[in-house]
């Protein structure tokens, strides 16, 4: 079955960057786009950025432009997100997710577990 | 990026049916996509390009759309059915490559 696994949560102070790993299983991992999605506490969730596995290829949300990394290792079916300057209001839910979609419509369905990233002095 | 609204909440008694909906401006040129989210998990797909139902997700799930609304009917609501929902589209105000969430819709199953 398909499976998305992530790395787990992180602390990290103001000012420092962190990278959340997501190992796809289940798929060949260059077929689907991987999307990466942020859930603030107690918030809702907000689209962060999509990578092709297969080119390397992103496209994020603008206000992440400069702020987000996305990489893959294709040979062990893993994404990777950096993030750097983390502020507090990056503390937050990270998912990755499987994207799905042709031109009239995109979805996710496979998400990750979500690595909590909080960043706190 | 555009906007999707969501009514902050909705509550139906158990066995009813209830509809949320999701407005904006993407729904006029894309399908809606729906998500479940239990506190403490990670969201689910229960409706993907206006009306498709993942394999797993009940039948009673359901979707809709018409104009700049999609909506999300659950008909005859299961108290396991009592989550946060989520619509989703691409985002039309740039190339279309990017996603956009509404903000949630809460439902109680009473």
């Known amino acids: 079955q398909v499976q998305l696994v992530q790395s787990g949560a992180e602390v990290k102070k103001p000012g420092a960057s962190v990278k959340v790993s997501c190992k796809a299983s289940?798929?060949?991992?260059?077929?689907?786009?991987i999307n990466w999605v942020r859930q603030a506490p107690g918030q809702g969730l907000e689209w962060v950025g999509w990578?092709?596995?297969?080119?390397?290829?992103?496209d994020f949300e603008q206000k992440f432009q400069g702020k987000i990394t996305m990489t893959r290792n294709t040979s062990i079916s893993t994404a990777y997100m950096e993030l750097n300057n983390l502020r507090s209001e990056d503390t937050a839910v990270y998912y990755c997710?499987?994207?799905?979609?042709?031109?009239?419509?995109?979805?996710?369905?496979?998400w990750g577990q979500g690595t909590l990233v909080t960043v706190s002095s | 990026s555009s906007e999707l609204t969501q009514d902050p909440a909705v509550s139906v008694a158990l066995g009813q049916t209830v509809r949320i909906t999701c407005q904006g401006d993407?729904?006029?040129?894309?399908?809606a996509s729906w998500y479940q989210q239990k506190p403490g998990q990670a969201p689910v797909l229960v409706i993907y390009?206006?009306?498709n139902r993942p394999s797993g997700i009940p039948d009673r799930f359901s979707g809709s759309s018409s104009g700049n609304t999609a909506s999300l009917t659950i008909t005859g609501a299961q108290a396991e059915d009592e989550a946060e929902y989520f619509c989703?589209?691409?985002?039309?105000?740039?190339?279309?490559?990017?996603?956009?969430f509404g903000g949630g819709t809460k439902l109680t199953v009473l």
């Open positions: 997710a499987r994207g799905l979609g042709s031109s009239s419509w995109a979805a996710v369905d496979n």
């Open positions: 289940g798929y060949t991992f260059t077929t689907y786009d």
């Open positions: 990578m092709n596995p297969n080119s390397g290829n992103t």
């Open positions: 993407s729904l006029r040129s894309y399908y």
């Open positions: 390009s206006k009306t």
């Open positions: 989703g589209s691409r985002d039309s105000s740039g190339s279309g490559s990017q996603l956009v």
